[in-house]
């Protein structure tokens, strides 16, 4: 009886043996991603640990689960992963998720899991046996970084389109360009323009270029970069856009008029030509004399590529420049251009003017209408009576003296120039009234005082230092009339009331008389 006692023990013994659980543990979690991480666990076992009496393992099957609850379980959907159909006791197994190629098992960014290992046996009936769990928080990846940089070769129809994107190698790019409208400053996909940029990326960071055609001219548009992209642990494609930028298309002012030429210069005309910019169809010519500034000279605008230019002065230095004319803007001036018109057969004098008159003579003086000329003719008479035909000629200078006139009377005269083959047109002419007889005939005063101005508008000053040395001060009209007398010299005197013409002053000082002659206008 007792031995059969000891028999049964022994079996008991046997039995609890081959029963014995091992122990799972999870060790570490390594390697962490932002779609995974490196998961490493122990399997450990005591005396007779799932081991039959030859000692060979039974374990058929390691692995771990992973959940975002805290405690994990074996469930419909749960990420599940078995890394090995045996495994020895008192061994580690893994399982990086980083290189697995199974989408499904990526873990998802953002989101903390719980990670538990398992081991498990079929052999001798069925059995698993769990790890506690361990948490492991999956950081979110590092964005694509896309740039959109200065718009390049702006145009008035097109436009170059130019960014600049770095993946960091995390996501794979499923597509790539740009987005513009002259509408909608933050242009998307589904409201903007699309043009795609293909190409394969090689190395990053990497700038990609779009050449945009048949644009409105002078038009606002704004334009943003896009990438579509998908991470590894994401099913869905993302989409990222760019800061906008914006820029303008030109208008048809943005180049210049070119090859600015000057032709069939005359002595009064000349013609401007240039080639018009595309799309132009007004311009601005504008010419005076030499080294002008643009926009102070002479202006014609015209809807042709040739301009007469009229009214010019023979012999006489131009300068030339030309814009294009747009609806809201100008084009630049040209470079300056230069001519000289030819001279005139023979130029009229100008300046022509009198001085010295007395009650039979007059002084006469012009300046001649080139440098070349030292022949003229001068013809005088009566203002009211027409000037005869011809003249006396002068030669050497610009002067002449007449003589034998009537005291108090008005002559008028004119010169013209003669130039061997040519004579020039008689000049404007000069008119003037002698002195009454007498008045020339009085010596002149030491210091004279000065009156100014003179042609005058009505009002006349006086200025002498010696004022009060002056006794007496007399105005005559041309018709004799004696309109103003007075003992002393005034500052100003006013003959707005009084006709205009020709006005004799007489200065009493020093015993002396002195007389001018002063114009009302």
């Given at each position: 009886?007792?031995?059969?006692?000891?028999?049964?023990?022994?079996g008991?013994?046997f039995?609890g043996?081959?029963?014995?659980?091992p122990?799972?543990?999870?060790?570490?979690?390594?390697?962490?991603?932002?779609y995974?991480?490196?998961?490493?666990?122990k399997?450990t076992?005591?005396?007779?640990?799932?081991t039959?009496?030859?000692?060979?393992g039974?374990?058929?099957?390691?692995?771990?689960?992973?959940?975002?609850i805290?405690?994990?379980?074996?469930?419909?959907g749960?990420?599940?992963?078995?890394?090995?159909?045996?495994?020895?006791?008192?061994?580690?197994?893994?399982?990086?998720?980083?290189?697995n190629?199974?989408?499904?098992?990526?873990?998802?960014?953002?989101?903390?899991?719980?990670?538990?290992?398992?081991?498990?046996k079929?052999?001798g009936?069925?059995?698993?046996?769990?790890?506690?769990?361990?948490?492991?928080?999956?950081?979110?990846?590092?964005?694509?970084?896309?740039?959109?940089?200065?718009?390049?070769?702006?145009?008035?129809?097109?436009?170059?389109?130019?960014?600049?994107?770095?993946?960091?190698?995390?996501?794979?790019?499923?597509?790539?360009g740009?987005v513009?409208?002259?509408?909608?400053?933050?242009?998307?996909?589904q409201?903007?323009?699309r043009?795609?940029?293909?190409?394969?990326?090689?190395?990053?960071?990497?700038?990609?270029?779009?050449n945009?055609?048949?644009?409105?001219?002078?038009?606002t548009?704004?334009?943003?970069?896009?990438?579509i992209?998908?991470?590894?642990?994401?099913?869905?494609?993302?989409?990222?856009?760019?800061?906008?930028?914006?820029?303008?298309?030109?208008?048809?002012c943005?180049?210049?008029?070119?090859?600015v030429?000057?032709?069939?210069?005359?002595?009064?005309?000349?013609?401007?030509?240039?080639?018009?910019?595309?799309?132009q169809?007004?311009?601005?010519?504008?010419?005076?004399?030499?080294?002008?500034t643009?926009?102070?000279?002479?202006?014609?605008i015209?809807?042709n590529?040739?301009?007469?230019?009229?009214?010019?002065?023979?012999?006489?230095?131009?300068?030339?420049?030309?814009?294009?004319?747009?609806?809201?803007?100008?084009s630049?001036?040209?470079?300056?251009k230069?001519?000289?018109?030819?001279?005139?057969?023979?130029?009229?004098?100008?300046?022509?003017?009198?001085?010295?008159?007395?009650?039979?003579?007059?002084?006469?003086?012009?300046?001649?209408g080139?440098?070349t000329?030292?022949?003229?003719?001068?013809?005088?008479?009566?203002f009211?009576?027409?000037l005869?035909?011809s003249g006396?000629?002068?030669?050497?200078?610009?002067?002449?003296?007449?003589?034998g006139?009537?005291?108090?009377t008005?002559?008028?005269?004119?010169?013209?120039?003669?130039?061997?083959?040519?004579?020039?047109?008689?000049?404007?002419?000069?008119?003037?009234?002698?002195?009454?007889?007498?008045?020339?005939d009085?010596?002149?005063?030491?210091s004279?005082?000065?009156?100014?101005?003179?042609?005058?508008?009505?009002?006349?000053y006086?200025?002498?230092?010696?004022?009060?040395?002056?006794?007496?001060?007399e105005?005559?009209?041309?018709?004799?009339?004696?309109?103003?007398?007075?003992?002393?010299?005034?500052?100003?005197?006013?003959?707005?009331?009084?006709?205009?013409g020709?006005?004799?002053?007489k200065?009493?000082?020093?015993?002396?008389?002195q007389?001018?002659?002063i114009?009302?206008?």
């Open positions: 009886m007792k031995r059969f006692i000891i028999i049964i023990l022994f008991c013994l039995f043996k081959a029963i014995a659980q122990t799972v543990v999870m060790q570490s979690i390594t390697n962490v991603s932002y995974g991480a490196k998961l490493n666990a399997l076992g005591g005396f007779g640990s799932w039959n009496t030859s000692g060979a039974t374990v058929n099957g390691v692995g771990f689960i992973y959940d975002t805290p405690m994990p379980v074996m469930r419909t749960i990420q599940y992963k078995q890394v090995s159909t045996t495994s020895p006791m008192d061994s580690i197994f893994t399982f990086d998720i980083n290189t190629t199974t989408p499904s098992l990526f873990m998802r960014s953002g989101k903390t899991y719980y990670v538990r290992a398992f081991a498990k079929s052999i009936g069925n059995d698993t046996v769990w790890s506690a769990p361990m948490s492991v928080y999956i950081p979110y990846p590092t964005s694509p970084t896309l740039v959109m940089k200065p718009t390049t070769n702006i145009e008035m129809f097109n436009a170059t389109l130019n960014a600049e994107f770095d993946t960091n190698d995390i996501a794979t790019i499923q597509g790539r740009f513009h409208s002259s509408v909608t400053p933050m242009p998307t996909i409201t903007g323009t043009a795609n940029v293909s190409g394969a990326i090689d190395t990053c960071p990497i700038t990609y270029s779009y945009l055609n048949n644009l409105t001219s002078d038009l548009y704004y334009a943003r970069a896009f990438v992209f998908k991470y590894k642990n994401i099913f869905s494609n993302d989409t990222l856009y760019s800061d906008p930028i914006n820029f303008k298309t030109h208008d048809a943005y180049a210049l008029p070119s090859d030429k000057i032709d069939s210069v005359d002595i009064t005309t000349a013609i401007v030509s240039f080639i018009p910019a595309p799309f169809t007004q311009w601005e010519v504008e010419y005076d004399f030499p080294g002008h643009p926009g102070t000279g002479t202006s014609v015209t809807t590529d040739t301009v007469l230019l009229v009214g010019l002065t023979g012999g006489t230095s131009y300068s030339v420049f030309v814009r294009a004319i747009c609806s809201n803007s100008f630049e001036w040209t470079e300056i230069t001519f000289i018109t030819r001279p005139p057969l023979c130029a009229p004098i100008y300046n022509l003017s009198g001085s010295n008159y007395t009650h039979s003579s007059a002084k006469i003086t012009w300046m001649p080139s440098a000329q030292n022949r003229w003719e001068v013809r005088f008479g009566l009211s009576q027409p005869p035909n006396a000629i002068v030669e050497g200078d610009p002067i002449f003296v007449l003589v006139l009537t005291p108090f008005e002559y008028k005269v004119q010169v013209r120039a003669l130039c061997g083959l040519y004579d020039s047109d008689w000049s404007e002419p000069y008119s003037f009234i002698t002195l009454r007889q007498g008045l020339d009085v010596k002149d005063v030491a004279k005082v000065e009156i100014f101005p003179n042609p005058t508008n009505g009002t006349i006086f200025k002498d230092e010696k004022k009060q040395d002056v006794s007496k001060i105005i005559w009209s041309s018709l004799g009339e004696l309109i103003y007398k007075s003992d002393y010299l005034p500052e100003t005197l006013t003959l707005d009331n009084y006709s205009k020709l006005y004799l002053v200065i009493y000082k020093e015993d002396k008389v007389i001018e002659k114009i009302l206008n």
